[in-house]
């Protein structure tokens, strides 16, 4: 299994490295963070990282894991986030991790709630040991 420090750091580097999906936020990328992160204020445009729990695969061969990647925008439309949520997936989308990793990546629907819209990323990694 991988250490959930270890995922999140790995995740976040990929994305802050990333210049389409930093200059998307408006060139800094100071709001990719983890979704546990508990500070004063949250701008948007936002970008959120939470790591699932790890489930050993029955036979003990192998693991899931799930990763979400939230993004959040105040624009008046969904054009922006559906931008940052299309950069976020072709970034991580049919890769494969040091040979026995292979990861997929689904989109969930956009969400309104007041003037803030939000999509979801979903990341399934399945590993061998």
């Known amino acids: 299994m991988i250490n959930h420090n270890t995922i999140h750091e790995f995740i976040i580097a990929k994305l802050k490295a990333d210049t389409t999906l930093v200059n998307l936020l408006g060139g800094v990328d100071t709001e990719i963070r983890e979704a546990d992160w508990y500070g004063r204020d949250f701008s948007y445009p936002g970008v959120r990282v939470k790591v699932g729990p790890q489930t050993v695969l029955e036979g003990g061969c192998g693991f899931n894991l799930e990763v979400r990647i939230i993004s959040f925008t105040s624009d ?14 072709e970034l991580f989308d049919n890769k ?4 026995r990793k292979t990861l997929n990546v ?3 629907q956009s969400t309104k709630d007041g003037n803030i819209w939000q999509q979801t990323v979903q990341l399934s990694l399945q590993g061998n040991r």
């Open 106 to 108: 689904s989109m969930s």
């Open 76 to 89: 008046s439309n969904d054009q922006a986030l559906h931008d940052l949520s299309y950069e976020i997936s």
């Open 96 to 99: 494969t991790y040091s040979n």
